[in-house]
């Protein structure tokens, strides 16, 4: 898979980076087996996805972040709901389900159905890319074996992972969601509001290349993933090039990033709420079932209980 390829890119550039300062690597594995602690880190979150939580932020803008925990595991034994949690925008993820429940009372075949169906597809597509953003930030957690440690400031796309500091100066971040997307998609990946919509759209997904060169994706790239069809990296995209100052004199509305928000650093009170959440009843969706529901929203999904 490209995407396990390019984690493990990642990886070693992490690795070297922080071997080349004065800060501990936090790597205590060997960097010839990583394509095993890739593969291992992906089959323990298909197995046992990380806690999902839905938090009402108020910035659409900002659609999740991760939350690292400490764990005790090591790089054969990674416990995903252990290392960390991922926090949803509610109020992005209630857009995405308004979409289908409009999809749903819409008059067949209408104008309006269509409309909704391609929205729910696009959220669908949006909360993927997310998905995918936040992995690479609990992967940095599951090689390093802490929550301590953070991107180097090399490992980015663009300027995503700055900060000003307590000086009002600009200090270059690290974001490995930004570059494993950018090495994937061919950019960053950023969702601008369209004018002709209503609040509650998801967004049109455009890349940013190397440049800050934003260009539209081509729709039709995200039904083809959503569905399971055939696709290729790096995204496809169609019209003109956009600097940010042509986004600017657009127009062009932030209604979605994937860069990551600012997590709350675990406290007692933080990690006794998550121990309890871990005690809750846990319920299985069948993959094969969940695969085929983006084609088909009318799909029923068995839900079965786990624990």
Same mark, same amino acid.
């Given at each position: 898979?490209?995407?396990?390829?390019?984690?493990?890119?990642?990886?070693?550039?992490?690795?070297?980076?922080?071997?080349?300062?004065?800060?501990?690597?936090?790597?205590?594995?060997?960097?010839?087996?990583?394509d095993?602690?890739?593969?291992?880190?992906?089959?323990?979150?298909?197995?046992?996805?990380?806690?999902?939580?839905?938090?009402?932020?108020?910035?659409?803008?900002?659609?999740?972040?991760?939350?690292?925990?400490?764990?005790?595991?090591n790089?054969?034994?990674?416990?995903?709901?252990?290392?960390?949690?991922?926090?949803?925008?509610? +109020? =992005?993820?209630?857009?995405?389900t308004?979409?289908? %429940?409009?999809?749903?009372?819409?008059?067949? !075949? $209408?104008?309006?159905?269509?409309?909704?169906?391609?929205?729910?597809?696009?959220?669908?597509?949006?909360?993927?890319?997310?998905?995918?953003?936040?992995?690479?930030?609990?992967?940095?957690?599951?090689?390093?074996?802490?929550?301590?440690?953070?991107?180097?400031?090399?490992?980015?796309?663009?300027?995503?992972?700055?900060?000003?500091?307590d000086?009002?100066?600009?200090?270059?971040?690290?974001?490995s969601?930004?570059?494993?997307?950018?090495?994937?998609?061919?950019?960053?990946i950023?969702?601008?509001?369209?004018?002709?919509?209503?609040?509650?759209?998801?967004?049109?997904?455009?890349?940013?290349?190397?440049?800050?060169i934003?260009?539209?994706?081509?729709?039709?790239?995200?039904?083809?993933?959503?569905?399971?069809?055939?696709?290729?990296?790096? +995204? =496809?995209?169609?019209?003109?090039?956009?600097?940010? %100052?042509?986004?600017?004199?657009?127009?062009? !509305? $932030?209604?979605?990033?994937?860069?990551?928000?600012?997590?709350?650093p675990?406290?007692?009170?933080?990690?006794?709420?998550?121990?309890?959440?871990?005690?809750?009843?846990l319920?299985?969706?069948?993959?094969?079932e969940?695969?085929?529901?983006?084609?088909?929203?009318?799909?029923?999904?068995?839900?079965?209980?786990?624990?």
């Open positions: 898979m490209q995407a396990n390829k390019h984690s493990l890119d990642l990886v070693v550039k992490v690795i070297e980076i922080r071997r080349a300062t004065a800060r501990p690597v936090g790597f205590t594995g060997k960097v010839e087996h990583m095993h602690y890739v593969n291992h880190f992906v089959q323990e979150v298909q197995r046992d996805f990380p806690l999902v939580i839905f938090k009402r932020v108020q910035s659409i803008d900002n659609l999740a972040y991760t939350n690292k925990g400490p764990w005790n595991g790089l054969d034994n990674f416990t995903p709901k252990e290392a960390g949690s991922i926090t949803f925008n509610k +109020f =992005r993820v209630d857009d995405m308004t979409a289908h %429940q409009l999809y749903s009372t819409s008059a067949p !075949r $209408s104008p309006q159905k269509k409309k909704y169906f391609n929205r729910w597809q696009e959220f669908l597509f949006m909360f993927a890319c997310t998905t995918l953003h936040e992995m690479a930030h609990l992967f940095i957690c599951y090689l390093s074996l802490t929550n301590q440690l953070d991107t180097p400031p090399k490992v980015t796309h663009l300027d995503y992972g700055g900060v000003i500091d000086d009002g100066i600009w200090q270059q971040g690290g974001d969601g930004r570059w494993l997307e950018n090495m994937l998609y061919g950019g960053s950023e969702f601008y509001r369209n004018t002709r919509e209503g609040d509650q759209q998801c967004g049109m997904a455009y890349i940013l290349d190397r440049h800050d934003a260009r539209r994706l081509d729709p039709d790239i995200i039904a083809q993933i959503v569905e399971g069809r055939p696709y290729t990296f790096p +995204f =496809r995209c169609i019209g003109p090039g956009l600097s940010s %100052q042509d986004r600017r004199r657009a127009g062009l !509305r $932030s209604m979605g990033s994937t860069v990551s928000g600012n997590p709350i675990p406290n007692a009170r933080t990690m006794r709420a998550l121990d309890l959440m871990r005690k809750f009843p319920y299985n969706i069948r993959i094969d969940l695969r085929q529901r983006p084609a088909d929203p009318r799909l029923p999904l068995r839900v079965e209980r786990a624990r």
